[in-house]
């Protein structure tokens, strides 16, 4: 069977499918075809066209039928059951922290980071391209806008005509932040990539090398780490310079620098953060509220949430930050480090240290789960950073590796089924706050695992793969898509 007519037969089943639907939800509502044009704001005749599979609405009436008849926009427009979608990515090796820690402009590094890497790549395999097209896929669609994917794109192939379409009906696809791009050349497309950002402003290119991290370490489990600490007599940071070499101390420094700017820049801007929900910057305002009769734990959570607020809000205004281990979970390892080194006196060196062990922690869930809110919800990220802080803290303090691993544990344990509902698919709210509370719990994991450790029942790597399995099993609503949770029910 030709291209062009098997393309027609497959257009013709989905309208089909999504026709049935249409039409046994329109029943249940009890309404007829011309109330439900009513509702949507079209003529009946269109309707009926749905209905009987002759032509497709368009996103926005899809926006409106999703609202009006209360399912999610996915369930209305799938093309394939429920239950059916594709196979998890397989996992690679742990990488280099270089690959974790990556400084760019927010507000995410999986909606601009990640396409904006990918695009420059491509662009530059491709000199002689007349023109581009690129399709934006899952997450990327559906919060790309509020997410700033669009505009990196575009501002990547400025250079060229380029075509951007955003794909919300596609559901098989291998991983939810997928995009392709494709090349141009006298009117005929003749090469084309297909790109996964997985999280952290990582992509992997399906079926090349380019982009893609290349594992160093031996061991890729907490387990297998802490055996072989324990049989050489070594701490974490000795470990990290071991496997990356001496320049990781450079690199972890200019990281540490770039985290305190964003610190210093955010706890002197003001104002209201683009994007149109009107939310204003918070953390000047909470770094200065202090009362005179003030405890020392009322001041101590407030500046560190006023530190977690400073780095989330220039985050969501596009500023500068360091993935940790994502762009929307970028302000709370800053915010408990810069805390305790203001109230202690620890050193840079002291808090680069902190970080390896942190980049450690973030580095197995990023290889044995996620660290993508679109492929396991927040847990993935506040979650993930909540653990990287706690692992941190517990080593400034120069707790036991048993310590270590509880307060990673415990922080990580108590994010399970947290889900990704950013309203307006902006990197705010919830985004800004939930940085600000996981900061406060990291420094409450490492309370609990200094009396309690010896105790402890749950390794970290079985919370990681319980994270991992968690998120798989989250309804796509709740995974970076801007269509559950406080994103459905804000007006
Ligand atoms: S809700 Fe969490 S995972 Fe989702 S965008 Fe916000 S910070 Fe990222």
Redesign the pocket.
Known sequence: MIESVKKRNKVKNMNEDFACRLVKLRKEAKINQKQLGQLIGVSDRAVSKWECGLSRPSLDACYALSRIFKVPLDELIANKPKGLEAEPRKKGGMASLKELYRVGPGP?SSHTIAPSRASKLFLEAHPDADAFKVILYGSLAK?GYG?GTESVVKEVFASKPLSLELDYLTVDIAHPNTMDMIAIKNGEEYDKWRVFSIGGGTIEIEGREEGADTPIYPHSTFDGISNYLKEKNMRLPDYVEEVEGADIWSFLESVWQTMKSSIDRGLSAEGALPGGLDVQRKAKTLYKRGHIDETAETRENRIVCAFAYAVSEENASGGVVVTAP?C??SGLLPAVLRYQQIKRGFTDSEICCALAVAGLFGNLIKTNASIS?AEC??Q???GSACSMAAAALAELFNMELEQIEYAAEVAMEHHLG?????IRGL?QI??IE??AVGAMRAIQAVNLANFLSDTRKISFDLVVQTMYETGRDMSKIYR?TAEGGLAKLYQ
């Open positions: 995410s919060t997410h994502t929307g979970a809110g919800g927040c993935a990220e506040i947290l889900t990704c509902d950013p990197v919830p985004c939930r940085n970076e």
